[in-house]
């Protein structure tokens, strides 16, 4: 999994979001208060907000948002809503367009269970490489979706393969969406073996964290090791919630 930020350096590439005031994608329009002048614009002066994802929150209280993105399977998602559900953690899962709908059931588990439902996009590419109108369509199809599943609309986007840049970020904001990355990757998507997933999570965890895991089939080793991370984490005096609760503890850091 790769973290990808690219930022040009002529002003002249960001005029390119002038096209969202004439953009409808569906039955969604870009609304105007998210309209951005970019004349005479660059990079440099855009806000870290503008510039990066949410990656964690400033905060001294020991709370943390444990997160797990999912895109396929039947096994593993199960297994990760059971320990959640047997342990009463609050977590938030990033749902791709495809999968939720094929698996509503599933879903709807999670919702019942207390966790938060997000967006992990439809396609599984890189938001970089995509139009503006591609990566709305993106979102929109997946936010009806989770609207549809939960009753509830979802305001936080993670970019497949945490790729992003100031285009994208602004594009989905258009539409309500925050892009999320995290603070803590536990690297269980390589799985590299249960005691490097655990170590890595309860060894980098800190105040105000978001923490990456992952619910997928292709993941073999997180059900193995969250046992582990949850019991270190409340030894630890750690409190896990939901990446909105999180949120409510302090400013929202946005960083590369």
Known sequence: MSFVTKFGSRSIWLTVMTLITTTTVGSAKFPAQHMISWKNASVTTLSAQDRYSLRDVETTKKVAALTFDISWGTVMPPKVLALLKKNHVAAT???????????????????????EIESHGWAHVNYSQLSNRRIVDNL???????????????????????????????????????????GTDSLDWMNPGVSTIVQRVTKRI???????????????????????????????????????????????????
């Open 93 to 115: 899962i990033f749902v791709s367009g495809p999968w939720a709908k094929e698996h509503t059931q599933i879903v709807k588990g999670y919702a019942q269970a207390g966790a």
């Open 140 to 182: 929109m199809k997946t936010n009806n979706v989770i609207q549809e599943i939960t009753g509830t609309k979802p305001t936080f986007v993670r970019p497949p393969n945490g790729d992003f840049n100031s285009r994208s970020i602004l594009a989905a904001r258009s539409v309500g969406y925050t892009t999320v990355t995290w």
């Open 206 to 256: 800190h105040p105000g964290d978001i923490v990456l895991m992952h619910a997928s089939d292709t993941c073999k080793q997180t059900d193995i090791a969250l046992p582990a991370i949850l019991q270190s984490l409340k030894e630890k005096g750690y409190q896990l919630v939901t990446l909105k609760q999180l949120l409510t503890y302090g400013k929202p850091i946005y960083r590369g």
